[in-house]
């Protein structure tokens, strides 16, 4: 599957589905949950959920509310090391393994957020 084929096959709920299990386990997070603090956790969902209907194939609504994702200075003020990397992709994988999506569109979201995790990593260990 193409990555752009993926939104067909996932759907907006899908993605929902996805997201919201993914932010649920974030506050709990001993290192996720602390960058958090104090956040507006729907609207940080929304955003995430946004993007990867945009970067998937999908609506581009995530583009004309924030622009250019930029994603590596959005999270400049995050101290992204290898735990954080770690901890994210462990709760996405957990996540991706609780969400009912066809298992190719999985494999395509799975290899996106390991290089896009290791891309982001800001600060040294
Ligand atoms: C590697 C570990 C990561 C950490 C610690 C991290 C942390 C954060 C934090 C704290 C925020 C701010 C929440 C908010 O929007 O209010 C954020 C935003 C965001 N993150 Fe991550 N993130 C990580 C990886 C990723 C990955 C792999 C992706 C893409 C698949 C991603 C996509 C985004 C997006 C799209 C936003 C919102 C950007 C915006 O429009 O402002 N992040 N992240």
Not at 87 to 101: D, I, K, N, Q
């Amino acid at each position: 599957m193409e990555e752009s084929e993926v939104y067909a096959a996932v759907g907006e709920t899908g993605f929902r589905d996805l997201i919201a299990n993914f932010y649920r386990r974030v506050p709990a997070d001993t290192v996720l949950g602390p960058m958090y603090q104090g956040r507006d956790m729907s609207a940080a969902e929304d955003r995430l959920r946004g993007f990867l209907i945009y970067r998937f194939g999908g609506p581009v609504e995530y583009i004309e509310q924030r622009g250019h994702p930029r994603l590596r200075m959005r999270h400049a003020p995050f101290a992204v090391n290898a735990e954080a990397r770690d901890h994210w992709l462990a709760l996405m994988t957990t996540a991706l393994v609780e969400t009912s999506l066809p298992e190719e569109a999985k494999s395509v979201l799975a290899a996106f957020f390991h290089s896009t995790a290791d891309f982001l990593i800001n600060r040294p260990a």
